[in-house]
């Protein structure tokens, strides 16, 4: 056994990464970062489909006012729960437009505009979900109030069975991810703390 000096033993050699995966390495992220923008049409196509939307609710408010002369109560309500459920609808359309662009693509900046609503730039992805299934379970209970509001002229106990059915399922899954966000909220300040 012999005792060599430590200034003759040889170094060892630091890792060195090869500069050409570096690189590559890097334009591979730079395409995976950049790929955020292929959402951006989408985001578009529901802009669009807004329009288309805003134009059914038009034709619906036209003939809503042509037919209120003449309508039952019942019929009023029913119109108004139409157009009810078109707007939450548009609603829905413009959360999911702009928090998954600020989520999802890139900041917005709402400087220069004084009337920029608070929220747009404030909901994350948690956030999101919960507008979103509260706009749903909106919807569908619009949709059970205007079977229940018809139910004199087509009583249809399945249907009805049905829809109060798939919007129980709405509710109780939207209280479920609340419920677990919150758990979710409450273990990461913990862990914080």
């Known amino acids: 056994m012999t005792n060599e000096p430590s200034e003759h033993r040889p170094a060892t050699a630091e ?5 050409t995966l570096k ?3 890097k334009a591979f992220e730079t395409v995976l970062f950049n ?3 292929l959402m951006a049409p989408f985001y578009l196509g529901l802009v669009v489909s807004l329009v288309v939307l805003l134009f059914k609710f038009v034709l619906l408010l036209i003939e809503f006012v042509l037919h209120a002369p003449a309508a039952k109560e019942s019929d009023i309500i029913l119109g108004v729960l139409s ?6 609808t548009g609603n829905l359309i413009l959360i999911v437009v702009f928090s998954g662009y600020e989520n999802f693509v890139s900041r917005i900046d709402p400087r220069g505009h004084p009337d920029w609503p608070e929220w747009m730039t404030k909901v994350d992805f948690a956030g999101l979900k919960q507008k979103l299934l509260a706009s ?4 569908s209970a619009i949709q059970v109030l205007k079977a229940f ?3 004199d002229v087509a009583f249809d106990a399945q249907k009805l ?3 109060a059915g798939i919007h129980l399922v709405f509710v109780v899954s939207t209280l479920l991810i609340v419920w677990s966000d919150k758990l979710g909220g409450h273990g ?3 862990k914080a703390h």
């Open 149 to 151: 509001m018809n139910i």
């Open 15 to 19: 890792y060195a990464p090869n500069p």
């Open 136 to 139: 749903i379970v909106a919807i």
């Open 83 to 88: 157009l009810i459920d078109v707007s939450l």
């Open 23 to 25: 690189r590559g390495e």
């Open 35 to 37: 790929s955020r923008w």
């Open 188 to 190: 990461a300040a913990d």
């Open 161 to 163: 069975g049905w829809l």
